[in-house]
T-cell receptor, first 113, second 113 residues
């Protein structure tokens, strides 16, 4: 029974397109995150949602927008995709703030051509 | 913004040798977590350190948190091929719900049999 799931696992698309990545957690956690991991494996937080409220919004382009329909889901929508958006995107969840371990999803490898 | 520096970026060892990765922050941390990411996988939580000078062990892995809570290390004794992967430290500066984890850039452990 997967704790944190993401779809799709792979996403290949062209520049200028709009795409979404879905994330679901069945752990009952109240905080969910989106991370971007570049080709050098640097892991950078993009967004954090706690009880459907955005509590961290790092300096990411406003082409990226997180959407949380309920506590168990945090989707990532990306407009006007650019080559530099190519990366692996990880969703994660935790039972609170940074004093709690984070459970990561399997990742979505996004390739923009 | 606040940064957690992690060294080395890459470490090649012969199987059976020891391995250590270090993390350092210029500002006092509230807590530090360690994650392991296998090649092609997602980060998996290993441990959390909260107290000044704390030392925790998991089989061949030893984790330390500095007295000033500004540095941490992970030491693996007698590495095995299953230890291959990238090890990340992740620190928090407030511990509160409005803060997130700042990840180090990771240390890639490469083991030669």
């Amino acid at each position: 029974d997967t704790a944190v799931s993401q779809t799709p696992k792979y996403l290949v698309t062209q520049m200028g397109n709009d795409k979404s990545i879905k994330c679901e957690q069945n752990l009952g956690h109240d905080t969910m995150y989106w991370y971007k991991q570049d080709s050098k494996k640097f892991l950078k937080i993009m967004f954090s949602y706690n009880n459907k409220e955005l509590i961290i919004n790092e300096t990411v382009p406003n082409r990226f927008s997180p959407k949380s329909p309920d506590k168990a889901h945090l989707n990532l929508h990306i407009n006007s995709l650019e080559l530099g958006d190519s990366a692996v995107y990880f969703c994660a969840s935790s039972n609170g703030g940074p004093l709690y371990e984070q459970y990561f999803g399997p990742g979505t490898r996004l390739t923009v051509t | 913004g606040q940064q957690v520096m992690q060294i080395p970026q890459y470490q090649h060892v012969q199987e059976g040798e020891d391995f250590t990765t270090y993390c350092n922050s210029s500002t006092t941390l509230s807590n530090i977590q360690w994650y392991k990411q296998r090649p092609g996988g997602h980060p998996v939580f290993l441990i959390q350190l909260v107290k000044s000078g704390e030392v925790k062990k998991q089989k061949r892995l030893t984790f330390q948190f500095g007295e000033a809570k500004k540095n941490s290390s992970l030491h693996i004794t007698a590495t095995q091929t299953t230890d291959v992967g990238t090890y990340f430290c992740a620190g928090s500066y407030s511990g509160g719900g409005a803060d997130g984890l700042t990840f180090g850039k990771g240390t890639h452990l490469i083991i030669q049999p």
